[in-house]
């Protein structure tokens, strides 16, 4: 009788040992593999001006006269900005108060003084965010009161530059596609 429980106990334990056997042997495990991706692409910085390469140009202005002319910038890449303005160069013979610039970016007045007189350093026009315009509309005139011959067969010009300027950077979280 003992055999016969040597035997009911050692068969089931020799198949198990052979079944972990052939299990180690035969190489089978169990594995999980994944895999993420990464994709990173860079903004645009970009402003149209519609007016871009044109001079705003008027013959024969006389005392009394307003030339005016407006500009849109727009912001046509895809991160948001801010917008300045300078002047980068300027001539006139006219005298001081002869001749006066005005410029506006809607009804907020940027410049108001003498022809050539706005400053080089960068002047802010505020926050041009992706898709957005500004207008600025630039008035040249001779006072009405200028009655005297000193600003007769003079001339004048200005070049302005418009500069849009990438927000700072931030913590950004991208999205799991």
Not at 15 to 40: E, F, N, P, Y
Not at 114 to 129: E, N, Q
Not at 157 to 169: C, E, N, P, R
Request: glycine fraction near 12%.
């Amino acid at each position: 009788m003992t055999t016969k429980k040597s035997q009911k106990v050692l068969v089931p334990l020799a198949t198990l040992l052979v079944a972990g056997a052939v299990a180690i042997g035969s190489g089978a495990t169990w594995t999980s593999t994944t895999g993420t991706g990464l994709s990173v692409t860079s903004g645009t910085l970009l402003h149209t001006n519609n007016r871009d390469g044109l001079t705003l140009t008027v013959a024969d202005i006389k005392p009394g006269d307003v030339l005016s002319g407006t500009l849109t910038i727009a912001n046509t890449g895809t991160l948001d900005s801010t917008l300045t303005m300078a002047e980068t160069a300027s001539s006139s013979g006219f005298a001081a108060g002869g001749l006066n610039l005005r410029i506006s970016q809607g009804a907020t007045v940027v410049y108001d003084g003498d022809f050539g007189g706005l400053s080089t350093t960068p002047v802010d026009l505020g926050a041009l965010d992706t898709g957005a315009t500004t207008d600025l509309t630039f008035e040249v005139s001779i006072p009405a009161t200028d009655t005297g011959t000193a600003n007769q067969g003079k001339s004048a010009d200005a070049t302005y530059q418009f500069v849009t300027t990438q927000l700072a950077g931030q913590s950004l979280t991208g999205q799991w596609l």
